[in-house]
Nanobody, 124 residues
Framework: QVDLVESGGGSVQSGGSLTLSCVAS????????MGWFRQTPGKKREGIAA???????WYADSVKGRFAISRDNANDTVSLQMDSLNPEDTATYYC??????????????????WGLGTQVTVSS
């Protein structure tokens, strides 16, 4: 049984920062891909960052240079540091996981396990 629980969402003004956390249980951290996605009503779920077991990372162009994904093995946590937030970053953010590579990480279909999401609201 794999469980992913996100936290850290909230409301922030444009230019501000937030750190999202995803606590994972039941995972085998070796050979595992962790991803962060976001979604707004009426739009497709968008892959924004991924982290592989060898410490490789990937980012969507929309967040590159502003967001950073990291993993804390000791606490079974994957975090997403979000800086220079703007209103276009407003969305529900989801943590996801799959055993294996991060190939096609941008696609929601790549991932098997999902958290319930945490809301991020950025006001101008």
């Amino acid at each position: 049984q794999v469980d992913l629980v996100e936290s850290g969402g909230g409301s922030v003004q444009s230019g501000g920062s937030l750190t999202l956390s995803c606590v994972a249980s039941g995972l085998t951290w070796a050979s595992n891909c962790m991803g962060w996605f976001r979604q707004t009503p009426g739009k497709k779920r968008e892959g924004i960052a991924a982290f592989y077991s060898d410490n490789s990372t990937w980012y969507a162009d929309s967040v590159k240079g502003r967001f950073a994904i990291s993993r804390d093995n000791a606490n079974d946590t994957v975090s997403l540091q979000m800086d220079s937030l703007n209103p276009e970053d407003t969305a529900t953010y989801y943590c996801a996981s799959v055993t294996g590579s991060c190939w096609a990480w941008e696609r929601p279909q790549t991932f098997k396990y999902w958290g319930l999401g945490t809301q991020v609201t950025v006001s101008s």
